[in-house]
């Protein structure tokens, strides 16, 4: 099959033949109709994940037809029109006994702890516990996105953040995750405050019902957010992951709020620091958001279904195998302007 391979870190990955997928014993190898081009496949060409042993194929968001199903897989079939969250869950462990699969303690991920969904072909782990089934009626390029960055966003503000109608919502970073939690937060009843530095992306941030943009290259985009919801938001997320937005999020709460991180603050990176002595006097709830489980897609499939929710609408551009490579780079300095979605199969 034909994928995009990195030799080495944060240099030009190239697309190349490599050898076929098998099907993991209760895995499946699905055919990649459509991938995004999430941040996190950055953050993995740039060497911030341990997981990854090189050479390396990313892609984790993705959405596509099963091809060949692994012994002992008992719900799923050649033909079947799927996505799965990026996180894919053992289905045994305490976690996912609890029902917390998104963070399983033995899970894997394509495009880090094996070689993920910028080819023609992937393979998935635990079929039974984490495929999803997309419905006819929804394209390939759109339901890519409810593999990692949409359904996050869906977990991050509904159920980490329990976003409640009129409270007032910022997020800071609108591309993927950020336009999908403005979205899905204004759907909710929220009013909403977008900040990003990219004209572009604050538009599409307007048209899918932000309230509000701030334009975080014009001066201090917490005291924007503070004055823009007189006093401060009720929830917060960085939909981005900097030391910069983590702290203006935070800084941007009122009283009592709560921030949700969900953009990746890697150690090797540098981390962030968080002021801890608002956190106490003010209350403040600092929340992770991590995936979500294939268990709970249904109620965000069921808003998307009726039209509450348009992850079509964010997708901006459909790419080809061969413009992966380029597009993968550019993450590093390109301003944001929606969702790239890349097909293996043109
Ligand atoms: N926690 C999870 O489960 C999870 C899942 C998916 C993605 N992520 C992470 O979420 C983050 C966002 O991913 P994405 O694919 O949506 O990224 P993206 O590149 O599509 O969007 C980032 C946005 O941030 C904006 N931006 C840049 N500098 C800014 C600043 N100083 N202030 C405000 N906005 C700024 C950019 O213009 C862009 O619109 C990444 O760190 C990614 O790895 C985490
Ligand atoms: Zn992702
Ligand atoms: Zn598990």
Not at 123 to 134: G, R
Not at 341 to 346: E, R, T
Request: proline share 5%; with cysteine; glycine share 14%.
């Amino acid at each position: 099959m034909r994928a995009v391979v990195f030799e080495r870190y944060g240099e030009q990955a190239e697309v190349r033949e490599v050898a076929d997928p098998a099907p993991p014993t209760g895995g499946v190898v699905v055919r990649v109709e459509a991938t995004g081009l999430c941040r996190s496949d950055w953050h993995g060409w740039m060497g911030h994940d341990p997981d990854i042993v090189l050479p390396h194929v990313p892609g984790h968001e993705l959405a596509g037809v099963v091809e060949a199903v692994g012994a002992g897989v008992t719900g799923w079939r050649a033909g079947d029109r799927v996505t799965a969250p990026f996180v894919c869950a053992c289905g045994r462990c305490a976690e996912c006994a609890a029902g917390q699969h998104q963070v399983c303690a033995r899970q894997t991920q394509p495009g880090f702890t094996h070689w993920g969904s910028f080819a023609e072909y992937v393979a998935l782990d635990h079929a039974d516990v984490n495929l999803v089934a997309v419905p006819d009626g929804l394209a390939y390029t759109t339901a890519a996105g409810l593999g990692c960055r949409f359904a996050t966003a869906f977990r991050a503000v509904v159920a980490r953040g329990r976003v409640a109608a009129g409270e007032w919502v910022a997020v800071h970073g609108c591309g993927g995750v950020g336009l999908s939690a403005v979205m899905i937060a204004a759907a909710a009843g929220a009013r909403v405050v977008a900040v990003d530095t990219s004209p572009e992306a604050l538009d599409l941030a307007r048209k899918f019902g932000a309230a509000h943009a701030v334009d975080a290259t014009a001066g201090d985009a917490a005291a924007a957010v503070r004055e823009a919801t007189g006093g401060g938001a009720h929830l917060s997320l960085d939909a981005l992951g900097s030391p910069v937005t983590a702290a203006a999020s935070v800084a941007g709460l009122r009283r009592r709020g709560r921030h949700v991180q969900v953009g990746l603050l890697p150690e090797a990176a540098g981390g962030a620091v968080l002021p801890m002595e608002r956190v106490i006097g003010w209350e403040l709830e600092i929340l992770g958001s991590h995936g979500m489980a294939a268990h709970a897609y249904p109620p965000m499939m069921e808003l998307v279904r009726s039209g509450m929710l348009r992850p079509d609408l964010l997708v901006t551009s459909v790419i080809p195998l061969d413009a992966a490579p380029a597009a993968l780079a550019a993450m590093g300095s390109a301003a944001g302007r929606g969702v790239t979605v890349i097909q293996p199969g043109s």
